[in-house]
């Protein structure tokens, strides 16, 4: 897996898309900045513990993982697979409800793991086809 990992840096199409995770992970990060300028209508201070810090470690996460993806490294295509994992799809799956205010956030949480699953997927099928 790591070779087919590491020789698939070349591939033309595996940056490209590497880059766009690097966009999306800034992204990321931008949401967790706004949330702890309490920007997005609610008072930061006011929300669960384990959401603020959540914020910190997701945005620490999301600017280190943004850049090691720009630069098409091992490192960052190994911390995006398993910080996903770890870091959000393991928690939105199996502590949901700690993250679950109004009815509708259950949808949301479903709607990011699914689209982290998806980003996850592209990426090792490109990784895995190298053409």
């Not at 199409?13 to 920007?39: D, E, K, P, Q």
């Not at 960052?76 to 870091?87: D, E, H, Q, W």
Request: proline content about 3%.
């Amino acid at each position: 897996m790591f070779k087919g990992l590491q020789s698939s840096f070349p591939q033309y199409w595996t940056g490209m898309y590497l880059r766009f995770l690097s966009i999306c992970l800034l992204y990321g990060a931008l949401v967790h900045c706004s949330n702890i300028l309490s920007l997005g209508g609610v008072s930061w201070l006011e929300t669960p513990l384990h959401w603020r810090v959540m914020d910190i470690i997701l945005l620490i996460f999301d600017i280190i993982t943004a850049i090691s993806l720009w630069w098409q490294s091992f490192f960052g295509i190994m911390a995006f697979l398993v910080g996903m994992i770890l870091l959000q799809i393991i928690p939105y799956t199996l502590f949901a409800q700690s993250f679950i205010i109004k009815p509708e956030d259950i949808e949301t949480l479903r709607g990011l793991v699914g689209t982290e699953l998806l980003l996850m997927t592209i990426l090792i099928i490109l990784i895995v086809a190298k053409k």
